[in-house]
């Protein structure tokens, strides 16, 4: 055995580590598996909750050998949540791909992490069925060919009671009494819920479900503000300049308030399988909201059409785990060409679920008063109007024309026989 191999059959294995039940079992489980030492990996993405000291504390008290945390919530919002705005992302229509944007800043992380302990195995705590799998291991190879990829709970047969059973044995400090009816994925550009009695699709979501939104049938006074773009990026907020970062922050806390971005919606994943999701993205929906009007005050019309059939093909990319695709890569390229006058000012009215456009103004707009109005004195040419609607309209005349000349001639054949 060459010295390569040697060093490959006792690397480390590099585990994306959450802090909850399955993730810490899974660091025990797998060293006695593979009989290697665990590196855990948490990422920050703005998802809140825990302190991650705390869950670095847990790794190493679980068994890891090291453990790490990466924030990467300017990262993640400027790489990754402002590419998502420009494409006006929404999966199916609706969902703003919220776990979808946050499984390649992830695994850039674990990436680095594997090539810093020359590890040769990069692990998940992701089950068998949905599409986060498939987003770390092709998002992994895409960029780190030679890495390979073990899931514990699809390729250990790590289930839940067993992982219930396994911290309770070797006292791990990790509850594992609560029991969550809930499987929640949760970022800076939003929140999803899954599992449980939300299985069942014709049942409501309780109130318990939501944490980023206040009930919007119960909004406080309205709320408006304005939003400044430059390039397709959000840059201020009622005049105070922020970051991608602290501008979805704001509108998290403004937007949640008012109950906006809540989504019930059944989507296809990638496996096959529907699947009934809840979400909520405040910051995410309001600000695609304002975005999507800039466009349309200041694209030219055709380029704007054929954007958003490439944004929609984008979204289908990032919810299929394509982040690093050349596809995906020559798409963004597109897109950022088109951010190139997308500047200017949206104000907006926040209130009872619903961010509503109420003014626009751009320095680059396409918009022309003097084109547009109904008033007197318009500089728009009206006779050009006349020859223009001959010519829009003269192919399909023609083939009117021989319509009818050929219904007349087949009918009176008929009548004939
Ligand atoms: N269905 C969504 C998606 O595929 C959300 C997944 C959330 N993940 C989770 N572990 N709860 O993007």
Same mark, same amino acid.
Not at 334 to 341: G, L, M, P
């Given at each position: 055995?060459?010295?390569?191999?040697?060093?490959?059959?006792? =690397?480390?294995?590099?585990?994306?580590?959450?802090?909850?039940?399955?993730?810490?079992? =899974?660091?025990?489980?797998?060293?006695?598996?593979?009989?290697?030492?665990?590196? /855990?990996?948490?990422?920050?993405?703005?998802?809140?909750?825990?302190?991650?000291?705390?869950?670095?504390?847990?790794?190493?008290?679980?068994?890891?050998?090291?453990?790490?945390?990466?924030?990467?919530?300017?990262?993640?919002?400027?790489? %990754? /949540?402002?590419?998502?705005?420009?494409?006006?992302?929404?999966?199916?229509?609706?969902?703003?791909?919220?776990? +979808?944007?946050?499984?390649?800043?992830?695994?850039?992380?674990?990436?680095?992490?594997?090539?810093?302990?020359?590890?040769?195995?990069?692990?998940?705590? /992701?089950?068998?069925?949905?599409?986060?799998?498939?987003?770390?291991?092709?998002?992994?190879?895409?960029?780190?060919?030679?890495?390979?990829?073990?899931?514990?709970?699809?390729?250990?047969?790590?289930?839940?009671?067993?992982?219930?059973?396994?911290?309770?044995?070797?006292?791990?400090?990790?509850? @594992?009494?609560?029991?969550?009816?809930?499987?929640?994925?949760?970022?800076?550009?939003?929140?999803?819920?899954?599992?449980?009695?939300?299985?069942?699709?014709?049942?409501?979501?309780?109130?318990?479900?939501?944490? %980023?939104?206040?009930?919007?049938?119960?909004?406080?006074?309205?709320?408006?503000?304005?939003?400044?773009?430059?390039?397709?990026?959000?840059?201020?907020?009622?005049?105070? +300049?922020?970051?991608?970062?602290?501008?979805?922050?704001?509108?998290?806390?403004?937007?949640?308030?008012?109950?906006?971005?809540?989504?019930?919606?059944?989507?296809?994943?990638?496996?096959?399988?529907?699947?009934?999701?809840?979400?909520?993205?405040?910051?995410?929906?309001?600000?695609?909201?304002?975005?999507?009007?800039?466009?349309?005050? @200041?694209?030219?019309?055709?380029?704007?059409?054929?954007?958003?059939?490439?944004?929609?093909?984008?979204?289908?990319?990032?919810?299929?785990?394509?982040?690093? !695709?050349?596809?995906?890569? !020559?798409?963004?390229?597109?897109?950022?060409?088109?951010?190139?006058?997308?500047?200017?000012?949206?104000?907006?009215?926040?209130?009872?679920?619903?961010?509503?456009?109420?003014?626009?103004?751009?320095?680059?707009?396409?918009?022309?008063?003097?084109?547009?109005?109904?008033?007197?004195?318009?500089?728009?040419?009206?006779?050009? +109007?006349?020859?223009?609607?001959?010519?829009?309209?003269?192919?399909?005349?023609?083939?009117?024309?021989?319509?009818? =000349?050929?219904? @007349?001639?087949?009918?009176?054949?008929?009548?004939?026989?």
């Amino acid at each position: 055995m060459s010295d390569h191999t040697h060093t490959n059959e006792t =690397a480390p294995i590099v585990l994306a580590y959450s802090g909850g039940l399955d993730t810490s079992v =899974a660091i025990g489980w797998m060293k006695e598996a593979t009989g290697r030492d665990v590196v /855990c990996v948490a990422v920050d993405v703005g998802q809140g909750g825990e302190d991650l000291q705390v869950i670095r504390q847990r790794a190493l008290d679980c068994g890891a050998s090291a453990a790490y945390i990466a924030d990467a919530r300017e990262e993640f919002a400027t790489e %990754y /949540c402002m590419p998502a705005l420009h494409a006006n992302a929404l999966y199916q229509d609706a969902y703003p791909v919220i776990s +979808a944007l946050s499984r390649p800043v992830i695994v850039k992380h674990l990436v680095a992490a594997a090539r810093q302990f020359g590890a040769a195995t990069v692990a998940h705590g /992701c089950t068998g069925k949905g599409n986060d799998q498939v987003r770390f291991e092709v998002g992994i190879t895409s960029i780190a060919p030679e890495l390979s990829c073990l899931s514990p709970v699809r390729d250990l047969a790590l289930t839940r009671d067993k992982a219930i059973d396994y911290a309770n044995a070797h006292r791990l400090p990790i509850e @594992t009494t609560k029991s969550n009816p809930f499987s929640i994925d949760q970022n800076v550009w939003g929140r999803a819920i899954e599992t449980g009695f939300l299985e069942d699709p014709w049942v409501e979501p309780t109130k318990d479900v939501y944490s %980023y939104t206040d009930d919007p049938e119960f909004p406080p006074v309205a709320d408006e503000l304005t939003i400044t773009f430059e390039q397709g990026n959000p840059v201020a907020i009622d005049g105070e +300049a922020m970051t991608p970062l602290q501008i979805i922050q704001v509108m998290n806390q403004r937007a949640g308030r008012q109950g906006i971005g809540r989504l019930d919606l059944v989507e296809d994943r990638l496996v096959g399988i529907k699947s009934r999701e809840i979400y909520e993205a405040p910051g995410a929906i309001a600000l695609i909201t304002a975005h999507k009007e800039l466009e349309r005050f @200041t694209l030219e019309r055709e380029q704007g059409r054929f954007k958003a059939h490439v944004d929609n093909r984008w979204a289908e990319l990032v919810y299929d785990g394509q982040w690093f !695709s050349p596809l995906k890569h !020559s798409l963004d390229a597109f897109i950022s060409d088109t951010q190139r006058y997308v500047s200017g000012e949206i104000r907006m009215r926040l209130h009872g679920g619903r961010a509503i456009v109420l003014g626009r103004r751009s320095p680059v707009s396409l918009y022309d008063f003097n084109l547009a109005t109904y008033d007197e004195g318009d500089s728009f040419d009206h006779s050009h +109007a006349r020859g223009f609607i001959e010519l829009v309209g003269l192919s399909t005349k023609l083939a009117a024309r021989r319509d009818a =000349a050929n219904t @007349t001639a087949s009918e009176g054949g008929q009548d004939d026989a």
